[in-house]
DNA sequence: GAGGATGGCTAACGATCGTTAGCCGAACGA
DNA sequence: TCGTTCGGCTAACGATCGTTAGCCATCCTC
């Protein structure tokens, strides 16, 4: 047998169940959560469907994880671009690519982070919503904070916010990594048709 | 019984069939496809699931028709928008708005048109990828057209046009018809963030 | 009033799927 | 070398669900 198997002196949460995670990650992406069976996820890794219990406690478990991960990381990135200050141009241009970055960099965790919230059994449906509420409440208050200093000509705070973030997450239903655009380029590029839409560019009544 | 059966004598297809329709659409937009059960939407209307199938041929046949029902209408507003003509920013602004206001109005169609293609058997996933293909790609055309013309100042005609596609396919998410804003006007407010988005404000240049 | 169609119903089939139970070979520690 | 643990496997359970079969009351037409 070409198993790796038996004893495991020491380690973290183990490869397989790393392995597994991956698998899933790309199936619910690829057919969604209730399409995908554990058979399916097992046939990646060579084994049967009801071995992956060995690893993991249920398939609830792994979209649990994943969506978990996904906003997690998300927010984490979001801090990260606000603690490093700037005027508000600056603050939201730096969360827009952030946003963007990770919708292309992680496009499967970002896809079933959005699609298959209602595939989460409470409580975890309503945490992860109310984690996305915070990730989206910190565009809408940048872009308040930016009218209100008469940086930005929009009409609504709302609409607007949601708008960028709405073309964000657009990007992690076609982004191609195989293509010839990196994410940080079209971080970029979003983060500036953000700013434009917002009526905030920077180099525009100066001529 | 308080039922309306009978000999029905002339009719196009029944309201029993719409009514169904109806139930099948907002379960599949709340709670998704695979996830609606036969018995559900029979709840809705009273009945049981079984009798579902007096009406219509099965679950998946109702999908097939909110799906294709959805590409066809927004393809037809999209056509009637062009066929008015006008240079292309009144032409890319009138198929942005149609857009938005289309996934304001029928939002649970646009949200399950968009969410549900991969439950779609084929050859009907492909036939209708073909038509979100044509839909998606006035919109490229318009803005490479625009930036030739040099009325646009974007940088990539794919990246901003799926920019706008996406902001308007967002709308279906979240959008609330009890709110204070109606279709009409999101579909201004959106198709002007659009223009701005590519650098092609009228009144801008001008003071 | 007879005949037929409509549109409900219950029962049940057949398939699928998540999960559990229980078995066993391989590898490691003592 | 012996015992333990890891991580596969097959078999099977239990639940769910789409769908079909077959029954029957109601109503319309003639």
Not at 90 to 113: C, K, M, N, P, S
Not at 161 to 171: E, K, N, P, Q, R
């Amino acid at each position: 047998m070409p198993s790796a198997g038996g004893h495991r002196p020491n380690a973290g949460p183990s490869d397989r169940h790393h392995e597994i995670l991956d698998a899933a990650l790309e199936l619910f992406a690829t057919i969604g959560y209730s399409a995908t069976t554990m058979a399916q996820i097992g046939d990646r890794l060579g084994i049967r469907g009801p071995s992956l219990y060995k690893h993991i406690a249920s398939k609830q478990e792994l979209l649990v994880e994943i969506v978990t991960g996904m906003m997690t990381e998300l927010l984490r990135r979001q801090r990260a671009a606000l603690i490093l200050g700037g005027d508000v141009r600056d603050r939201l241009q730096r969360i827009t690519a952030v946003h963007v970055q990770y919708h292309a960099e992680q496009r499967y965790e970002a896809f079933v982070g959005h699609r298959e919230i209602d595939s989460l059994e409470e409580p975890n449906r309503t945490r992860i919503l109310d984690l996305r509420r915070e990730y989206e409440s910190r565009f809408r208050e940048l872009v308040q904070e930016g009218r209100e200093l008469n940086l930005f000509t929009t009409s609504s705070d709302r609409w607007s916010s949601y708008a960028i973030l709405d073309m964000g997450i657009g990007v992690s239903a076609w982004y191609n990594p195989a293509g010839s655009v990196s994410p940080e380029e079209l971080a970029a590029t979003y983060a500036r048709l953000a700013l434009r839409m917002l009526g905030a560019e920077r180099n525009e009544p100066e001529g």
